[in-house]
């Protein structure tokens, strides 16, 4: 700070001089334009504006004046300073507009250039689509049970009332499993999931109520309807009391789980070694519901006209079987239904050809969606 003033005069004041003054204003606001960014201004704010700037140390000389001299003092550098914060806060607008503008070119995402994330993996829908039947049954207090694909032709045939002479053992349908020399082995690749009935009934006490899906085989070649590997549905019910009844309402519910509401299911009659009565099931067309029938105008895919869809085999347990599986046919008596998951798949989504589902081409699975 100057020594005191004697002549009043603010001129005297070197620091207050208008030109000065003017000198300072005007470095500033050139400093301001020169700024090229906004780190820049920062700096020439600070040497301009900041406590030490020639403009805040002349505003202090103020105070030593004679209270006449300070008005016009404190004017004149109250308007440099006025000017001052104009032009940087002008300044600071403008550099801060160009750095928004500079950020929204550089840091610019084309959402339309392909990405290169590694897509994640999803579930098969036939696991998917099998353990949504599952939980149908799980949510009637059914349990799921499994057993071994390479099954003794015990279970596989005789314990199911399969004679040794059923066609259904003849090499085209079964492959047996061959010993050293190909010797016979009484061992085959299951041709249904119904020896998980047998097994169940021999590890458990009745009631039994079983659910198994599992994996089956077949001497079938692979065309758009047939593939030798394939899954099937069980479904076993033992108990005091059971009727025709119960397996049609228990067919009902899981056909109105799956399809909708309002289709009918009926029976026809079958023949089924471990049934008896024996019976297929027929669903209702979910997709023409019966109106293709007898009408050329409107033909449906799905059920080729006729109105009925073929989903599997079932019936009353056949007492030998119970017998075979130490269960006394007098107290007891159930029902089973077998069928399998790729035609009820194929149904339910217009699949067209089998192979798609065997393949594994993400292209067939990705509109089942990614259900992991
Ligand atoms: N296991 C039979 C099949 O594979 C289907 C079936 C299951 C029939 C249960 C009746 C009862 O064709």
């Known amino acids: 700070m ?45 040497a301009h504006m900041g406590d030490r700037s020639p403009l805040a140390l002349a505003n202090r000389e103020i105070g030593a004046l004679p209270p006449q001299a300070k008005a016009e003092a404190g004017k004149r550098v109250g308007m440099a300073r006025g000017a001052v914060n104009k032009a940087m806060a002008a300044r600071q607008a403008e550099l ?29 829908p036939l696991t998917t689509f099998m353990e949504r039947v599952e ?10 049970a499994e057993g071994p694909e390479v099954e ?32 016979e082995t009484g061992v085959v690749l299951r041709t249904h999931t119904s020896p998980v009935q047998i ?10 109520y079983i659910v198994c899906p599992g994996r089956v085989y077949r001497t079938d070649e692979l065309d758009a309807t047939h593939t030798p590997v394939f899954h099937q549905i069980e479904l076993l019910a033992i108990d005091e009391g059971l009727t025709m009844t119960d397996l049609k ?10 399809f909708g509401e309002g289709l009918e299911t009926r029976l ?29 105008e409107r033909p449906c895919r799905t059920c080729s006209s006729e109105g009925w869809i073929e989903l599997g085999g079932c019936g009353m347990v056949n007492p030998r079987v119970l017998v075979a599986a130490g269960i006394d046919p007098e107290k007891y008596s159930g029902f089973a239904f077998g069928f399998g998951i790729e035609r009820m798949l194929m149904f339910r989504h217009n699949v067209e050809d089998m192979r798609d589902m065997v393949e594994g081409d993400v292209r067939f699975t990705r509109p089942f969606g990614m259900e992991i």
């Open 2 to 46: 100057s020594a005191p003033n004697k002549s009043y005069d603010p001129v005297e004041v070197e620091a207050l001089k208008p030109e000065e003054i003017e000198r300072m204003r005007d470095e500033a606001l050139a400093a301001f334009a020169a700024a090229a960014d906004l780190d820049a201004l920062r700096e020439a704010k600070t």
């Open 96 to 124: 801060e507009a160009e750095r928004d503008a500079r950020v929204l070119v550089e840091e610019a995402v084309d959402v339309t250039l392909p990405y290169d994330r590694v897509p994640a993996g999803a579930r098969h």
């Open 135 to 144: 939980d149908i049954f799980v949510s009637m207090g059914y349990e799921v």
């Open 152 to 183: 003794a032709e015990w279970f596989n045939f005789d314990a199911l009332n399969f004679t040794p002479d059923h066609p259904a053992r003849a090499m085209q349908d079964t492959f047996f499993v061959a010993g050293p020399k190909k010797a």
């Open 199 to 208: 097994r169940s009934m021999l590890d458990r006490e009745p009631p039994l």
């Open 249 to 258: 309402g228990t067919i009902e519910h899981m056909a109105r789980a799956l």
């Open 268 to 296: 026809r009659p079958a023949y089924f070694p471990f049934t008896e009565p024996s019976a297929e099931l027929d669903m209702q067309c979910y997709v023409c519901r019966g109106a293709s029938v007898g009408n050329p």
